[in-house]
């Protein structure tokens, strides 16, 4: 049974920090590129950052108004996702999703076939 189950949402205040994990039951991450995506409120859903598989060099790509702030890794011996998130502020509030797909573009536009259910980022 393949899931991918976010956590570590949370509230936290404008400067703070959350660790945002997602297992991905059933995956290989190793052969998957994996994501995490937002959505705020009335807004579209959005790419964070994505983390290619390790046979295309685990390139790392992220949204322009979270570089430096934010940083996706994986462990592929536990097949988990994580997104630290520092120095948050009030437009990084959403609900973040995890994802993944297994060919192809692994850009932040790529679509994406496999989500969690999101965990839920409020920053005041």
């Known amino acids: 049974h393949v899931q991918l189950v976010e956590s570590g949402g949370g509230s936290v205040q404008a400067g703070g920090s959350l660790t945002l994990s997602c297992a991905a039951s059933?995956?290989?991450?190793?052969?998957?590129?994996m994501a995490w995506f937002r959505q705020a409120p009335g807004k579209r859903r959005e790419g964070v950052a994505t983390?290619?598989?390790?046979?295309?060099?685990?390139?790392?790509i992220y949204a322009d108004d979270v570089k430096g702030r934010f940083t996706i890794s994986k462990d592929n011996s536990k097949n988990t996702l994580t997104l630290q998130m520092n120095d948050l502020k009030s437009e990084d509030t959403g609900k973040y999703y995890c994802?993944?797909?297994?060919?192809?573009?692994?850009?932040?536009?790529?679509?994406?076939?496999?989500w969690g259910r999101g965990t839920q980022v409020t920053v005041s």
């Open positions: 994802a993944a797909k297994r060919y192809y573009d692994c850009s932040l536009d790529a679509p994406f076939g496999n």
């Open positions: 983390i290619n598989r390790d046979e295309d060099g685990g390139t790392i």
């Open positions: 059933g995956y290989n991450t190793r052969v998957y590129c």
